[in-house]
């Protein structure tokens, strides 16, 4: 695989691969390492990661990552919209604040991901992991309104997030969404880890909704530890502790076809990998983003 065959293809990476799950955790590296690292193994672009773990002063934000030849893509924000309208002003209180952050740096996409069914870090069962079809109603209704006015107020595009452990995960699940959802207000930040834990096959979706894909993460799991977590109910967090999501090239799925697949669309994506780490040890993200890197170029990429 050649570069020109790439060339659609914006690789970065994100603080997701450092281990960095929350705004402030002792078991996460400080913010200025990652910047410092992320850097240093050959990316360019990066992700804001959890609001308030990157300094929220876009003038010094901005500082640190020209200091840095660094540039980012998105930010991310969680919703649980299926709740409907009763939800919104909270959920734009948030919205709003990453949205702003991520306006001032330059980039154009914002990040959705949908609301736990269940809490990642202790297992425990927040609401039923199935949603009612007056549910998928609201989500759609309210996904739709957020797309509408993360663009009118912030010029903003927003990519929603199949994820474990959430009501957007399985190939079931992310096709009635997008199914229900307008194309020119939703567009899909396909994560081919997650994808592939909930029994995904990325390449195919790329092929079926290839017009509804707007962003990519990067991210392959260990099908022998997802087998366990599989058969034991594991949560996604405990999972994650376990290893299942691991380094590339040694999981699935293959990243050489899907980055094949979203070339063929002919628009400019963004991919940026993302192995779920938390918690880690902080010498151990460096080395694995810089083989990363490396790997990738090899697909030419």
Not at 40 to 65: F, H, K, Q, S
Request: glycine letters at 8%.
């Amino acid at each position: 695989m050649t570069l020109s065959r790439l060339s659609r293809i914006r690789i970065g990476s994100a603080p997701d691969s450092w281990g960095v799950w929350f705004p402030d955790d002792p078991q996460q590296v400080p913010w200025r390492r990652f910047l410092d690292e992320v850097a240093d193994a050959g990316y360019a672009w990066i992700e804001l990661g959890p609001y308030g773990y990157l300094p929220g002063d876009p003038a010094v934000l901005g500082d640190e990552l020209r200091r840095r030849a660094l540039q980012v893509s998105a930010g991310t924000v969680f919703t649980g919209l299926h709740h409907g309208p009763e939800v919104w002003d909270a959920t734009w209180e948030q919205v709003a604040r990453v949205a702003a952050l991520t306006q001032a740096t330059g980039a154009e996409h914002l990040v959705v991901i949908p609301s736990f069914w269940r809490d990642d870090k202790t297992g425990k069962v927040l609401e039923d992991s199935e949603l009612t079809a007056a549910q998928w109603r609201q989500l759609a209704v309210q996904i739709e309104r957020l797309g509408s006015e993360v663009r009118e107020r912030y010029g903003l595009r927003i990519v929603v997030h199949p994820h474990a452990d959430t009501h957007i995960d399985t190939e079931e699940n992310v096709t009635r969404f997008l199914d229900a959802t307008d194309p020119d207000l939703v567009s899909l930040c396909l994560d081919t880890g997650h994808y592939a834990y909930c029994g995904g096959d990325s390449v195919k979706l790329i092929e079926t909704y290839g017009e509804r894909i707007g962003y990519l993460h990067l991210k392959q799991v260990d099908p022998q530890v997802l087998a366990q977590v599989r058969a034991e109910e594991v949560p996604f967090g405990p999972a994650v502790a376990r290893g299942v999501m691991c380094e590339p090239p040694s999981g699935e799925p293959a990243l050489e076809p899907v980055l094949a697949a979203a070339q063929g669309l002919g628009v400019d994506l963004f991919a940026i990998v993302e192995q779920d780490m938390y918690p880690c040890e902080p010498d151990r993200p460096g080395p694995i983003a810089r083989r990363t890197r490396q790997f990738l170029r090899s697909c030419g990429a």
